[in-house]
């Protein structure tokens, strides 16, 4: 969920801005949500799999409507790019189905703050004062998010904020490699990458047959399941609604300041969790609630004081 360069062509519509990015989080909140009954029956290899399948097309439809090429200019970094973006959103959707969405939502939601990291440590990029008590807020809150395990392995507590360190590398990817490059290309490299990641694993799980836990344990370790009447229409609804999320979201930067329309970005937090609450019954402690509050604290300070 990084920030899309504004087009110094479009003209600049704040409050259009504003309601498509509530409008993407709203929709991303809710049909995130259906992932863990997706994993009950199959893997998220398959969910993977035959989610691109789906959404592909509709990013062709996308780009013949005028929004953006699917070509590359440069097809090695938009590889690069999209294998780190594809992988950290894999460890997100595979978290969903051990954990609540909320927990979910903060673990990916650290980006930001490991993007500032990777840059002071990798990059040697100096960060003010006012960024670095917004790395110091954000990691006091994963560690409120986190501290709660319900019974959850240590490991799989870690891979949504394991997601959220990939994802930094690949926001980091866009910007330093993929600067030039349009929007609806890179969204085609995600869903392809996610397609081919998808097929192969399926493959070697059915070669190699692994004992799989009943329900949504064997969300990792399933391999092919056929037919899947019962969870194609969440798989289609995902698809769907995935890619008019991503839609509004681009726009949202499109049409608006970066530093704006980002803060807006995290009102997903809020909305996940109020659907999983709505539909699924999942309740949210307040040690939670204060560690949700302060990752999206930090996430306000990085964007409004992105140069400090």
């Known amino acids: 969920m990084n920030a899309i360069p504004t087009p110094s062509d479009i003209q600049t519509r704040p409050m259009a801005a504003a309601l498509c990015m509530i409008g993407a989080m709203v929709l991303l909140g809710f049909v995130d949500n259906f992932v863990a009954t997706v994993a009950e029956e199959i893997s998220i290899w398959q969910f993977l799999a035959v989610r691109a399948s789906m959404a592909i097309p509709l990013i062709c439809l996308m780009s013949m409507m005028g929004l953006g090429t699917m070509r590359p200019k440069r097809f090695w970094a938009v590889a690069v790019r999209s294998l780190l973006t594809a992988t950290g959103l894999m460890l997100y959707f595979g978290s969903l189905a ?13 980006s930001p703050i490991f993007v500032l990291l ?6 040697k990029q100096t960060i003010g004062k006012w960024r670095v008590i917004a790395v110091a807020i954000g990691f006091s809150g994963i560690l409120l998010v ?8 240590g490991w799989i507590m870690m891979m949504p904020v394991a997601g959220g360190l990939i994802y930094a590398t690949g926001s980091m990817a866009t910007r330093i490699l993929c600067s030039e490059e ?10 392809i990458v996610q ?10 799980l059915t070669i190699w047959a692994p004992v799989v836990p009943d329900g949504a344990d064997g969300f990792l370790l399933r391999g092919l399941v056929w037919p899947i009447e019962t969870v194609f229409p969440y798989i289609a609804m995902q698809a769907v609604i995935s890619v008019a999320g991503v839609f509004l979201l681009i726009r949202a930067y499109q049409w608006g300041e970066a530093s704006q329309v980002s803060v807006l970005e995290y009102s997903i937090m809020i909305f996940g969790p109020f659907f999983a609450w709505l539909l699924m019954g ?3 402690t307040p040690i939670m609630m204060a560690g949700i509050a302060l990752i999206m604290v930090a996430g306000g300070i990085i964007a409004v004081r992105s140069k400090e």
Do not use: C, E, K, R
Request: proline share 4%; glycine share 12%; net charge negative.
């Open 98 to 110: 051990f954990m609540p969405i909320a927990q979910s939502l903060a673990g990916l939601f650290t």
């Open 118 to 123: 990777i840059s002071a440590f990798v990059l």
């Open 146 to 153: 986190l501290g709660v395990q319900d019974g959850a392995p």
């Open 182 to 191: 349009s929007t609806i290309s890179m969204l085609a490299g995600i869903m």
């Open 195 to 204: 397609f081919v990641i998808g097929t192969l694993a399926l493959v070697g």
């Open 282 to 284: 999942q309740s949210i």
